[in-house]
């Protein structure tokens, strides 16, 4: 549910500095952990007919070892499993807005981790964090993806608790458009660091599994909204 606050107006006149920003990321992976239903459910659709699919492998093992049926076998590997997804709403899947901040934050203490900000000359930390905002076009904190459903890949991951197959959606070129709102004027974020902000960021990527190269982004537009 939205709603609007008696203070819409003033929040206008606060946060007047805006940008309109579109990155086309050219894999963008999900980092949500489902719950056991979810998992579930996504098993019972995609298992079936490629016996060299690495599910439906481990779900015949445990069939095999255990003497269950497919469909506790089915739940038993759920259990195991981790399967990272994407947040749904009315209009299909959705990326959320702090999770673009959160790249946005890496990205500015990346820059200039010792440089002060505004009047009261904040760290980068703090000053990025309390006084840029990110926001969906249409809901505070929905990006919509434009898509209802995306395809799974599969990894092998090593932690210190030992190996396991991670399992992670992903949509390719995908378009990530929203709003940045600031109250720092082009005296304090000039034009110059919003440009290094975005230069750096590029590179280091937005989304779940950047350490093996995916998230990486172009900003295709970035412009003032008046």
Same mark, same amino acid.
């Given at each position: 549910?939205?709603a609007t606050?008696?203070?819409?107006? @003033? ?7 805006r940008? #309109?920003? @579109?990155l086309l ?6 980092? !949500?952990?489902?719950t056991?239903n979810a998992v579930e459910g996504?098993l019972k659709? =995609?298992?079936g %007919?490629?016996n &060299? =699919? /690495? /599910?439906?492998?481990?779900? &015949?093992?445990?069939? *095999?070892?255990?003497g269950?049926?497919r469909d506790?076998?089915i739940?038993?590997v759920?259990?195991e499993?981790k %399967?990272? &997804?994407?947040k749904?709403?009315d209009n299909g %899947?959705?990326?959320?807005?702090? =999770?673009?901040? &959160?790249a946005?934050?890496?990205? $500015? =203490? !990346?820059?200039w981790?010792?440089? $002060?900000w505004g ?5 980068t930390k703090?000053?990025?964090?309390e006084h840029?905002f ?7 904190d929905?990006i919509?993806?434009?898509v209802t459903?995306a395809?799974v +890949? +599969?990894?092998f991951v #090593?932690t210190?608790?030992g190996?396991g *197959? +991670?399992?992670e +959606?992903?949509i390719?070129?995908a378009k990530?458009?929203f709003i940045? /709102?600031t ?9 110059d660091?919003?440009?290094? /902000?975005?230069t ?5 990527g937005?989304?779940? $599994?950047?350490g093996v190269?995916?998230?990486?982004y @172009?900003v295709?537009?970035? $412009?003032?909204?008046t």
């Amino acid at each position: 549910m939205t709603a609007t606050s008696v203070f819409a107006d @003033t929040h206008l006149t606060k946060y007047k500095y805006r940008y #309109h920003a @579109t990155l086309l990321v050219d894999r963008l992976v999900a980092g !949500i952990p489902s719950t056991h239903n979810a998992v579930e459910g996504w098993l019972k659709k =995609n298992l079936g %007919l490629d016996n &060299a =699919n /690495l /599910l439906a492998e481990k779900v &015949a093992e445990t069939m *095999i070892e255990l003497g269950l049926d497919r469909d506790d076998a089915i739940d038993k590997v759920a259990s195991e499993l981790k %399967l990272n &997804a994407f947040k749904r709403d009315d209009n299909g %899947l959705y990326f959320e807005g702090r =999770n673009v901040k &959160a790249a946005i934050k890496e990205a $500015s =203490n !990346i820059c200039w981790p010792k440089r $002060s900000w505004g009047p009261t000359r904040k760290g980068t930390k703090s000053y990025w964090e309390e006084h840029v905002f990110v926001e969906g076009e249409h809901h505070r904190d929905h990006i919509p993806l434009g898509v209802t459903e995306a395809p799974v +890949q +599969q990894r092998f991951v #090593h932690t210190w608790r030992g190996s396991g *197959i +991670q399992n992670e +959606q992903y949509i390719d070129d995908a378009k990530l458009s929203f709003i940045i /709102l600031t109250d720092a004027g082009p005296d304090i974020i000039t034009d110059d660091d919003w440009a290094e /902000l975005w230069t750096c960021g590029e590179q280091q990527g937005i989304g779940s $599994s950047r350490g093996v190269g995916y998230g990486r982004y @172009t900003v295709i537009d970035w $412009s003032p909204i008046t």
